[in-house]
């Protein structure tokens, strides 16, 4: 008799509790369908603000070109006297060869300088899953590319956060919880953040640029560096994780070898900034400057990229808008002169939000084929 009671008082229990349990999984399901496409739209429209913003100051400075060329053609035809004309003629001429068209781009410098940012970008996700690797976790490689890869077009979203948030997500699908993979994710910035500003100082101390772009260098990369030290990072982690992280030799040595990834991640970079400066013709609105070697203009592209776009990451602007442009501009004014250093800074927004968004959608297409929804932990992990 007291057995029928027991189950009479619990099956109704039983009823009413796995449906109630249904229904939440599928609250939580749907509210994370929602978010992911917030997420997506915020990211497009991101994009596309910044890529029209490009094009806009693209539009500017060609026409300023242009209406030089207005400028002499009028006094060409107001002058009478042909020494003068024959200069303003062989300006013109020049003029007219700068103006960045279909025609003159030299579109092959413009095909291997996306080849350059591509593999650029890769080296940061060896560094991604190298710290993974010290907090305990190990995904395959190429999701880990994928993440880092996916993570890029979240910067165009102000405040940067996107960025942690679409890496995260998708390491959340190798059962990664959020707060190592979050943790993860900033070690990289910051490490990434750190070498380029040691690599912008070590070139620009020798340039003719302010001294407060040689001061931001040199901080940022202190201040950059100072998370990344095992010392430091095992305080950080034992608190966030609340338990002694015993990061031991491994933290050091993901430390070494982060430094060497992201040199090279550099080094790839500034060769692609490299190659789209000489991709667009020279402007002759500068005056003549003596011609420097191949070298010296990689130096300085490196150096003006990676610290472009140290501080732009420090601005929190979407995608470092305007700041980026300004540091590049400054550091290879004396180079190239400024008409041609702006145009080059607006090709490389251009080119780096194309091969981005190539390496995104494959990125994408890798996860949602390699990686089913019932693996995923989302951020309830934690």
Request: proline share 5%; net charge positive.
């Amino acid at each position: 008799m007291h057995a029928n009671e027991l189950n009479s008082t619990s099956d109704p229990g039983t009823t009413d509790d796995y449906p109630s349990g249904g229904n939440k999984n599928r609250t939580l399901s749907r509210i994370k369908t929602v978010a992911k496409w917030i997420i997506a739209v915020v990211v497009v429209v991101g994009l596309i603000l910044a890529t029209r913003s490009a094009i806009d100051q693209w539009k500017r400075e060609t026409a300023k070109v242009r209406e030089r060329i207005v400028e002499l053609d009028a006094k060409v035809a107001s002058s009478k006297d042909r020494k003068a004309i024959a200069e303003w003629t062989r300006e013109r001429q020049s003029l007219a060869r700068s103006i960045p068209s279909l025609a003159n781009l030299r579109w092959s410098r413009v095909a291997v300088a996306a080849a350059f940012y591509a593999l650029g970008l890769l080296p940061s996700a060896m560094v991604l899953a190298g710290w993974l690797a010290v907090l305990g976790f190990r995904p395959p490689i190429l999701l880990a590319i994928a993440a880092q890869t996916l993570g890029h077009i979240g910067k165009y979203v102000p405040g940067k956060a996107m960025v942690v948030v679409v890496r995260a997500g998708v390491l959340a699908k190798y059962s990664i919880p959020i707060v190592p993979a979050t943790l993860s994710v900033f070690l990289e910035t910051f490490m990434m953040m750190a070498v380029g500003a040691a690599v912008a100082g070590v070139v620009i101390c020798w340039l003719p640029v302010p001294n407060w772009m040689l001061a931001a260098a040199v901080a940022g990369s202190i201040a950059a560096s100072l998370p990344t030290l095992p010392p430091v990072l095992r305080q950080v982690t034992s608190r966030l994780l609340g338990k002694d992280s015993h990061l031991g030799k491994q933290a050091w040595r993901a430390c070494l070898q982060g430094w060497a990834w992201s040199i090279l991640s550099w080094l790839l970079i500034g060769s692609s900034f490299a190659m789209l400066i000489t991709a667009i013709p020279e402007s002759g609105l500068s005056d003549p400057r003596p011609p420097i070697s191949g070298a010296m203009l990689w130096a300085v592209a490196t150096a003006a990229i990676s610290l472009a776009m140290v501080i732009g990451f420090a601005s929190l602007l979407p995608g470092g808008a305007g700041v980026r442009e300004l540091v590049l501009t400054t550091i290879l004014a004396f180079a190239v002169g400024p008409t041609h250093a702006l145009l080059a800074a607006i090709m490389a927004r251009l080119v780096f939000i194309a091969v981005e968004c190539v390496m995104a959608l494959a990125a994408w297409a890798y996860v949602n084929r390699h990686f089913s929804p019932q693996r995923e932990v989302g951020f309830t992990a934690a």
